[in-house]
């Protein structure tokens, strides 16, 4: 199949494109070419910006268009008015981010969605992030999908090409070989270095990942058309918490005399402590959206390898090429330190 990919270079995208050139896809990339440049070289690669210059898409048919990168609505819909309906079915990645809270824990894909004060921002940031992501899925539909009006041409009247099957995958935290965020990587790297490790709580927080690997094998499922709609691709199938996180990495790779130390939420909160000093910590009451329940996408043919395989293979990659990151994570040993001081 021909399918085209936006973005392509970093982490999820990379492992998306990797799995559709396993399965003998031609692939082409649409990306700025300042992210690993060079990568793929068996692919096609458009360079352009979504923002600002898509004109090198204003040729060429695929079967299928992958999205890994839109963030607000008008990207989707600039995208869907440069492919003007060339662009085969389209699978969008979005998050579970793009829920109102609080949920119950196992809900499933039809749970009320978030929805900002002002929808017309482009601030992207930690409260504006999930509302702009629910937007996205809607530009999805309204400018891709047999729910709305079908490919919008360059000037921006309707036209009247019918619409494409649109699906929609809401991923937890993401984990894996080439991670940038080193969101999940910082706590494999930081037990597997031993000693006192800070546990924040509460330990009950529910908790979910997804490798990486088998998000991109279930999106290249849908982008070949096995099947079409909105999904969680989340694992494991609640319950599992935080503690449960913890101890599975603790099993796999800490050496002797490791032990996680947990201190209290409301003690680290006296403290300041940041979402980017103690990556994945949702802090109290925190995390509901961690609680997803994966059956429809399981029936659809999602499949996932346990946590403590991906807690190894993340380990194994680092020890050999670590990831680098896009911005500092994690504690600092003394901050750590001082921290757990605190929960005596």
Known sequence: MKILVIGGTQFVGRHI?????????????????????????????????????????????????IDTSAYVPRQVRSLAEALGGRGGRYVHVSSVSAYA?????????????????????????????????????????EWFGRTGAGAIPSQGARSEVPGVPVSIVRPTYVAGPYDHT?????????????????????????????????????????????????FHVVSPAPPFSFEDFLTTVLDEVAPPGTELVWVAPEVLAKADVTATELPLWEG??????????????????????????????????????????????????ARERELIALSD
């Open 17 to 65: 494109v990797s799995t559709l050139l396993a399965d003998g896809d031609d692939v082409t990339l649409f990306h700025r070419g300042l992210t690993n440049p060079g990568l793929f070289p068996d692919a096609g690669h458009r360079l352009g910006d979504r923002n600002s210059d898509l004109s090198a898409l204003a040729t060429g048919n695929w079967d299928a268009t």
């Open 182 to 230: 080193r969101r999940f990587t910082w706590w494999v790297e930081r037990v597997a270095r031993g000693g006192p490790v800070l546990a924040p709580g509460p330990k009950e927080n529910p908790f979910q990942v997804i490798d990486a690997r088998d998000l991109a094998s279930f999106v290249a499922l849908l982008a070949h058309g096995q099947a079409a709609g909105t």
């Open 284 to 333: 109290v009451g925190g995390g509901s959206n961690l609680a997803a329940s994966p059956a429809r996408a399981s029936e659809a043919g999602l499949r996932v390898r346990q946590l403590a395989q991906t807690v190894r293979e993340v380990h194994e990659h680092e020890l050999t090429g670590p990831a680098a990151a896009r911005s500092p994570v994690g504690l600092a040993p």
């Open 101 to 141: 809270e609080p949920l119950v824990p196992g809900f499933d894909e039809d749970a009320p969605l978030a929805v900002l004060d002002d929808p017309a921002t482009e601030v992207v940031n930690a409260e504006t992030y999930g509302g702009l992501k629910a937007l996205c899925e809607r530009a999805s539909h």
